[in-house]
Nanobody, 120 residues
Framework: QLQASGGGLVQAGGSLRLSCAASRRTSSNNAMGWFRQAPGKEREFVSAISWNGGSTYYADSVKGRFTISRDNAKNTMYLQMNSLKSEDTAVYYC???????????????WGQGTQVTVSS
């Protein structure tokens, strides 16, 4: 129902754009978001977007560098990641909520992750 893609290896300072393809049932009228998990660490919230894209939320660690967006006509969410740092290295997961808006909690559907590796 959720499939993340777009990860890869990039040098510090570079950019990547992640995509999350969702089924219409999963994404329609629901908030969506991105999380990440680095080796040896717990999964952490990265960003969330409301059902219509009108509200967005970011973790402090990515504010000003990452931009979340969605195209409901394509049932796809994106995460544009700029000025990448080595500490951004993690597996990135996309998620969907049953609610139209959430700031980072209340996610109920999860996709497989995509690896992002930032070399310094």
């Amino acid at each position: 129902q959720l499939q993340a893609s777009g990860g890869g290896l990039v040098q510090a300072g570079g950019s990547l754009r992640l995509s999350c393809a969702a089924s219409r049932r999963t994404s329609s009228n629901n908030a969506m978001g991105w999380f990440r998990q680095a080796p040896g660490k717990e999964r952490e919230f990265v960003s969330a977007i409301s059902w219509n894209g009108g509200s967005t939320y970011y973790a402090d660690s990515v504010k000003g560098r990452f931009t979340i967006s969605r195209d409901n006509a394509k049932n796809t969410m994106y995460l544009q990641m700029n000025s990448l740092k080595s500490e951004d290295t993690a597996v990135y997961y996309c998620a969907a909520s049953r609610f139209p808006v959430t700031s980072g909690k209340d996610f109920h559907y999860w996709g497989q992750g995509t690896q992002v590796t930032v070399s310094s």
